[in-house]
């Protein structure tokens, strides 16, 4: 048997839009700046982020993980997936 689940595409990171964090608690996150890898492995690669809590906007700017955000998606069709052991047809 198969299903079909939509599919979706991540949205690039922009500086100036806020975005919700992967902690328990799902802050708020206005990213300021991104902070992209001059060296090494992560040449070109979003390391970081220093920005603004929304909750918590009396710490001022604060630096985050590059992998503690959730981007923004979009749907970018669907695919279709067996049901048991789901897998894609």
């Known amino acids: ?21 992967k902690f328990a608690t ?8 991104i902070i992209i890898g001059k060296t090494g492995i992560s040449k070109g690669k979003i ?4 920005g603004i809590y929304e909750t918590a906007q009396h710490l001022g700017l604060c630096p985050l993980s590059a992998d503690r955000l959730y981007p923004e998606t979009i ?6 997936i067996c049901k048991e052991c789901r897998e894609p047809l």
Request: hydrophobic residues 30%.
């Open 75 to 80: 749907p970018d069709g669907t695919v279709d």
């Open 47 to 50: 390391i970081g982020f220093n």
């Open 1 to 21: 048997m198969k299903t079909t689940i939509p599919k979706f595409k991540s949205l690039p990171f922009e500086e100036g839009k806020t975005y919700i964090t």
């Open 26 to 33: 799902g802050d708020k996150f206005k990213v300021v700046e």
